[in-house]
């Protein structure tokens, strides 16, 4: 982990600026140009459960990936680096944050295992949520508004949702989505005990759709030509 800038007010304000982890491969897991927080206690932050307030990250690039050959995602192999520190009481790494505001940021997930790698890719992201949860591999968000641009040309204008994600599973409760010409209410539920690799055969998809109206031009982006 590396942090160009740090500075802290007397009152527990935090900025950081070029904030860099690398993964097992020594690729760029995330990077931030800019993160300013607060934090709430101090014993939290040096055994690896931190407490963070309102929270406002600028330029993240989150680049979750795994490897050909690895049977996990380069963030659960980081968690786990964290967790085996020998210089850290032996439980689970765990972040807290009340609000989080993400801004003029990117993210991915690559599956090296699978044919054509790229499960997800979304520029121009800005995210409005609450109660951040990242405990051990498990991540989790209360989504207010997400908007971004998805590499297959899917325009996203609003997306709510209660979002949880585990490395066998992924869940969107309660999710509103809304493009240029469609519009999605229900709930989305991934079996992802498998792996990515072979979407269509080998991901279980428990879906509950009501109140929705989807174009074919947003369909058409997720057909190979």
Do not use: C, W
């Amino acid at each position: 982990i590396q942090v160009r800038s740090l500075q802290v007010t007397y009152f527990g304000n935090v900025r950081l600026g070029d904030v860099l982890i690398k993964d097992h491969h020594q690729d760029t897991l995330i990077y931030a140009e800019g993160v300013r927080t607060s934090i709430i206690g101090l014993s939290r932050l040096l055994d690896a459960t931190p407490r963070l307030g309102s929270t406002i990250i600028d330029g993240l690039q989150m680049n979750m990936k795994i490897y050909q050959g690895d049977q996990k995602d380069n963030l659960s192999m980081f968690v786990d680096r964290l967790e085996k520190n020998p210089n850290r009481e032996k439980r689970p790494f765990e972040l807290r944050a009340s609000d989080v505001e993400i801004i003029n940021s990117s993210f991915s997930y690559l599956d090296h295992n699978a044919e054509n790698p790229t499960v997800v890719a979304i520029d121009n992201l800005n995210i409005l949520g609450s109660q951040l949860l990242i405990d051990g591999p498990q991540v989790s968000l209360n989504i207010h508004n997400l908007t971004g641009l998805e590499s297959r040309g899917l325009e996203v204008d609003f997306l709510n949702a209660r979002f949880k994600y585990l490395p066998a599973s992924l869940e969107l409760r309660d999710f509103e989505l809304h493009t240029p010409d469609s519009r999605v209410v229900g709930q989305l539920l991934f079996n992802t005990e498998n792996g990515y690799g072979d979407f269509v055969n080998q991901v279980e998809i428990t879906a509950d759709f009501y109140q929705t109206s989807v174009s074919t031009s947003d369909l058409q982006a997720f057909y190979e030509p």
